[in-house]
């Protein structure tokens, strides 16, 4: 009997539940209001490789959205302005999970399986590097198949070839390089920081595709530029003329005849100017860069 009764008061606590969410929801309802989209990530699950990284993003629920990683095999995440995040495997193959929780307190979990890298012997350097607005980035790959393709995953920025041109604005951007034979290494990264600038006169330390020197650069109102370039050991200077205007610099030099062009911006670590870029002989490409 006493079980009878027991029962027989749940069911009625459980009429009472019901009948007060279908009187909420008529309420809402009578407000117009409309719910929010149901919280959800893509991808789910994961499946990465050792050392790789992929980038999980939420949508839906409530904006914005922090994570949280369980996992006893490593791995890292870098959040990207509370949007998405980037998780980057560990060494160890295994299981992991990431909760996604909105500003609401609505949470997701995600599976992640972390399996044997597949870069192929496929190499990508620089890895990680520090630059200024609109500066370049060329990067040099080895191992793999051939040709290789390059792609900006996230943050801005753009290629040409292996060269890489960043936002105009600070970011940190993530960039993967897949080769013919769909190996691809992930989670290079690029932190852009600093302000541009609208003059490129200075001094600075100049490296010509490994060649040491030195370079002047003195420029006018109107954008035009005028200095020289010198190798160490070479014992001579070369004129350079051209223009610095909007974060893009564009020479010649009077030795060789080169085409250099390039960008150019301030890093807030140091306060100091950078200028980077590639120039043109015999047919070749190869980078160049100069700081303060």
Excluded: H, R
Aim: a negative charge; glycine letters at 14%.
């Amino acid at each position: 009997m006493k079980a009878k009764f027991n029962l027989t008061v749940w069911a009625l606590s459980l009429v009472m539940v019901l009948a007060s969410v279908a009187c909420s929801k008529s309420s809402d309802n009578s407000g117009g209001a409309t719910a929010a989209a149901v919280l959800s990530v893509t991808p789910n699950p994961v499946s990465v490789g050792t050392s790789q990284s992929t980038q999980i993003i939420p949508t839906g629920g409530t904006p914005p959205y922090t994570f949280s990683l369980q996992t006893g095999i490593g791995g890292s995440l870098s959040t990207m302005t509370g949007t998405s995040t980037l998780f980057t495997a560990g060494t160890t193959p295994g299981l992991a999970q990431l909760t996604v929780t909105d500003s609401a307190n609505a949470s997701i979990f995600v599976a992640i399986t972390v399996t044997s890298s597949t870069s192929g012997g496929l190499t990508v350097t620089p890895m990680n590097t520090s630059v200024a607005p609109g500066a370049t980035v060329t990067y040099l790959v080895t191992g793999g198949t051939a040709p290789y393709t390059y792609t900006v995953v996230s943050g801005g920025g753009s290629f040409s070839g292996a060269t890489f041109t960043a936002p105009a604005t600070a970011a940190t951007v993530y960039i993967q390089v897949t080769d013919s034979a769909s190996n691809t290494v992930t989670g290079i990264t690029v932190t852009v920081t600093g302000t541009a600038t609208n003059s490129c006169s200075g001094s600075f330390t100049l490296n010509l595709d490994g060649y040491p020197g030195t370079m002047q650069i003195i420029e006018d109102s109107s954008g035009n530029i005028g200095g020289y370039m010198a190798l160490n050991g070479y014992g001579y200077p070369s004129y350079i003329s051209g223009t610095c205007a909007n974060g893009a610099i564009n020479f010649v030099d009077s030795y060789s005849g080169s085409a250099y062009t390039g960008t150019y911006g301030t890093l807030s670590t140091t306060g100091k100017l950078v200028l980077s870029g590639t120039f043109v002989e015999a047919g070749s490409s190869y980078p160049w860069y100069a700081t303060q």
